[in-house]
Structure formats: C-alpha cells, structure tokens
C-alpha cells in the first residue's frame, strides 16, 4: 500500500483503493465546482481524469474558483487545472480539452468513462450531457450552487432527473455565488462519485439534497418520476 493512501484505508478498503486506481471520470466544467471535485477525485486516488471546458479565467472567478489566481487570468480553465492536479500527484494521467460541449461533440467526448460529473453552469448544457450519458450509459453527478445555496444529484441512464427538474427552455439569471458553496457542492459530488464507482448505498439517485448554509438546513428531496415527494 502507498503511504499516499494510507489514511483512505478503513473508510474504504485496499480493494477499493486499488479499483479506483482503474476508473476514468470525465468533468464537464473546469470553474468553481469542477476544479474542486477534481482535486478530491486526485488526491483519493482515482486514475484518469478527463477535463473539459473551453473557457478562460476572468476577474469574475477570483471570488471562488479554486486554479483562478491574478497570475492567470485570461489563461485556460481546463489546462490550468491539469497543471495543478500534476502538482498534486505526477502519476495521474489528466487529459484537459479546451472545448465547449456541444451537440456534435458531446458524444465523442463522453464515450470511455465510467463516470461523469456535472459541473456546468447552464441548463441547456447540462441537458446535452445527461441526454448523452444516458445515451451511453453512464451515471452521472449533477451539482449546482446559488448565493448560499447548493443541490447534489447522482443521475442513473434512464432516470433523466433534469429533464424533470428543469424545463428545456429554462435559463435563470446569472446568479451570485459564494466562494464556499462550490467546494461544499463539489465534494460532495466527489463523495457520490466514489460511491457510485464502489457500488456503495445510500447514494442520493433519485434524490436531491438541498443544502442552504445560510441557516445550515440539509434535506433530502425524494424525486418520485419527475414530482417531488
């Protein structure tokens, strides 16, 4: 066992440890909640990362996004964050793919992995991508954030959650958002992630966990075929 891993062992097994080392994750979004469900995934030991976003850092990201840094602005999402995770761990092979998801695209980019998370900021892109997991049969992790508050969903093939949660032509005002609502939401995406590639229980499918820090509420929604419950 790798002295690296060391303090993962007991909350998951060497088994484990060493299953993750197999798994590839593909991460749609490389700004607030991307950049820290990467790290998570990296520093637990996962073994290929895919990154992708086509953007690039701007003042507005200082405020809370992990890899934007004054010294980088104007500079690549997607390879900034490769360029760290290398700083955290030299042996994880991490893809980065300055591109934006499209129709024609999406596809070929998801094909391959054993999971995808969601860390997009638009409701058109993220019904391209679960509409294209499912396709391909591969689970995906939603997450979201606003002001103080954040959403976590694990999203089977099949289930189609947002497609339920949220009407195809909907596309909210650009919202405000803390710096310490994205690292709450990505690693509890990160936390599902592992759960689902370890076939572990209690993942939130077909659940929503809404989580408002404000007044540090938790609740579990359960979504019964498209209606909450």
């Not at 086509?54 to 200082?62: A, E, K, W």
């Not at 980019?109 to 049969?137: M, Q, Y």
């Not at 947002?162 to 690292?183: G, Q, T, V």
Request: charge should be negative.
């Amino acid at each position: 066992m790798s002295e690296r891993y060391e303090r993962n062992i007991g909350a998951i097994t060497q088994t484990e440890q060493d299953l993750l080392a197999k798994k590839r994750v593909l991460i749609a979004g490389c700004g607030g909640l991307g950049a820290y469900a990467a790290e998570a995934l990296a520093r637990i030991g996962l073994g290929y990362l895919t990154l992708i976003d086509g953007d690039v850092f701007v003042p507005s990201n200082l405020n809370r996004q992990l890899n934007s840094l004054e010294s980088n602005l104007g500079k690549s999402k997607a390879l900034e964050a490769k360029k760290r995770l290398g700083q955290v761990r030299t042996d994880l092979s991490v893809e980065a793919i300055q591109i934006f998801l499209n129709e024609e695209n999406a596809s070929d980019l998801l094909k391959g992995h054993d999971l995808i998370i969601d860390a997009l900021d638009n409701v058109k892109s993220r019904l391209l991508i679960e509409k294209t997991a499912s396709g391909l049969g591969i689970p995906l992790v939603h997450g979201a954030v606003e002001g103080w508050n954040l959403q976590v969903s694990v999203i089977f093939p099949g289930d189609l959650t947002l497609s339920m949660l949220y009407p195809e032509d909907y596309e909210p005002p650009r919202p405000s958002i803390l710096p310490f609502a994205p690292a709450v939401c990505a690693n509890i995406q990160a936390a599902e992630a592992v759960k689902v590639m370890l076939n572990k229980d209690c993942i939130l499918r077909k659940k929503l966990l809404v989580i408002d820090m404000r007044d540090n509420s938790f609740e579990i929604i359960e979504l019964m075929g498209g209606i909450i419950g």
